[in-house]
């Protein structure tokens, strides 16, 4: 009798964790890097290759590069004050926010009543409040901080109290079966299981965070990045204005990295109970 088994094809075994974590590292450095250059491509094509833009709008990369070399002594310090009110004023934003996302996510009440309200201020465009912000809290950090908290605070509400409303419903009826309190409830199930949607926000929030803390340094006396950007255009060096542009966008980049970072250190079970991207 012929054996079957003989003729029936292996299954394909699935590579190892860490084997296809090595593979996938190359890509994750090579890929941005290659996006990069293109966009870089483009921005020299536009403005050298093609003349397509006027250099007083839009100098070349290379006109760019050489006025961020020439000008470190004076972006460099002011790109350590502008990540400095970024990262403080996210901070503060995101407590706050997960703060007052877990209230309107605890009382239905609540939310109805102010759910309104956080929607209207999220509505009114920011750069409005920059010239108030002066008069109502004075110079130094705190216009810079409110502005950011202003941009911030509304998708990390929002995410909050979004995951923390559509707990999966085998999770909820498994903690109500095992007679779980409140708070055990809470801690153990509800916010657990909100943490991937409330990092939805906060990722989301990172870059409005860096918007904030520019548009926030224009309407104060700290030397940051927003502050040098209206200094140098208005001399005139669009230049260095726009190489300051560049510094706050690759540090964006970084913060957003690094936020992504300690999103994966801390639900290393996300990753395993999603899609394989």
Request: a positive charge.
């Amino acid at each position: 009798m012929t054996q079957l088994t003989e003729a029936r094809p292996e299954a394909p075994q699935p590579r190892p964790a860490a084997r296809r974590g090595f593979a996938e590292r190359p890509a994750a450095v090579g890929l941005p890097a290659l996006g990069l250059v293109i966009a870089v491509a483009g921005w020299w094509l536009v403005t050298s290759g093609l003349n397509l833009v006027h250099p007083a709008a839009l100098p070349p990369p290379q006109a760019v590069g050489e006025s961020l070399a020439n000008a470190t002594d004076v972006l460099l310090p002011a790109l350590g004050i502008t990540t400095w009110m970024t990262v403080l004023g996210f901070l503060l934003s995101s407590a706050a926010g997960v703060l007052i996302g877990m209230a309107l996510a605890a009382s239905r009440r609540v939310e109805r009543m102010f759910a309104p309200l956080l929607v209207a201020v999220n509505a009114v465009p920011k750069i409005a409040f920059g010239p108030l912000l002066v008069v109502a809290v004075g110079w130094g950090q705190k216009p810079i901080l409110t502005m950011v908290f202003l941009l911030c605070f509304f998708p990390i509400v929002l995410s909050t109290a979004t995951g923390l409303t559509t707990t999966p419903a085998d999770l909820a009826e498994l903690s109500r079966s095992l007679n779980a309190s409140l708070w055990q409830s809470f801690r153990k199930v509800r916010f657990p299981s909100a943490l991937p949607q409330i990092f939805v926000g906060l990722k989301v929030a990172m870059p409005l965070a860096a918007i904030g803390a520019v548009i926030g340094e224009f309407y104060s006396d700290r030397p940051g990045l927003g502050y040098q950007i209206l200094q140098y255009n208005g001399v005139g060096d669009t230049a260095t204005a726009w190489a300051a542009i560049v510094l706050v966008a690759l540090m964006s980049i970084a913060l957003y990295a690094a936020l992504s970072l300690v999103e994966r250190l801390a639900l290393p079970w996300v990753k395993a109970t999603t899609s394989a991207r």
